[in-house]
């Protein structure tokens, strides 16, 4: 079995991999001030986990990614939603090209309404991967 070919553009890459990056490190610091109002240190955290002290320091400072499990089961130690992690994030927090592209592709998949034109979408697409290989 092949590899499937990553079907993005190394600029949409680019741009998805900034916005993780901020929204990553908002979450760490969310994370940081959570245990630390609790009076636990990253070891206590990361005995919970059964993961090194190391990778919380690397959750807080948003170079690892936290994984939306292991953000469950950090809000359960901490005893708080969810959704405390993401309090004060801009609500789009993303350049105006970001923003226009997002509401470009919504706008795109609004046009597509029927089965028919679903179908004439795919059937162009793999039209165009044939001519492409």
Not at 6 to 18: C, G, K, M
Not at 50 to 61: D, G, L
Not at 92 to 103: F, G, I, L, R, V
């Given at each position: 079995?092949?590899?499937?070919?990553n079907t993005?553009?190394s600029e949409?890459?680019?741009?998805?991999?900034?916005?993780?990056d901020m929204?990553?490190?908002?979450?760490?610091?969310?994370?940081?001030?959570?245990?630390?109002?609790?009076?636990?240190?990253?070891?206590?955290?990361?005995?919970?986990?059964?993961?090194?002290?190391?990778?919380?320091?690397?959750?807080?400072?948003?170079?690892?990614?936290?994984?939306?499990?292991?953000?469950?089961?950090?809000?359960?130690?901490?005893?708080?939603?969810?959704?405390?992690?993401?309090?004060?994030?801009?609500?789009?927090?993303?350049?105006?090209?970001?923003?226009?592209?997002?509401?470009?592709?919504?706008?795109?998949?609004?046009?597509?309404?029927?089965?028919?034109?679903?179908?004439?979408?795919?059937?162009?697409?793999?039209?165009?991967?044939?001519?492409?290989?």
């Amino acid at each position: 079995m092949t590899p499937e070919k990553n079907t993005h553009t190394s600029e949409t890459s680019e741009l998805n991999a900034r916005k993780a990056d901020m929204i990553d490190q908002h979450v760490g610091k969310k994370l940081r001030e959570h245990r630390r109002m609790l009076d636990m240190s990253q070891q206590d955290v990361s005995d919970l986990l059964s993961i090194s002290y190391q990778q919380i320091q690397k959750y807080e400072s948003g170079v690892n990614r936290i994984s939306a499990g292991r953000l469950y089961t950090l809000a359960q130690i901490m005893q708080i939603p969810v959704s405390k992690f993401y309090e004060g994030l801009q609500e789009h927090p993303y350049t105006d090209a970001e923003n226009s592209q997002y509401s470009s592709s919504l706008h795109t998949r609004e046009l597509v309404t029927t089965p028919e034109v679903k179908q004439a979408l795919y059937n162009l697409a793999d039209t165009i991967k044939r001519h492409i290989k």
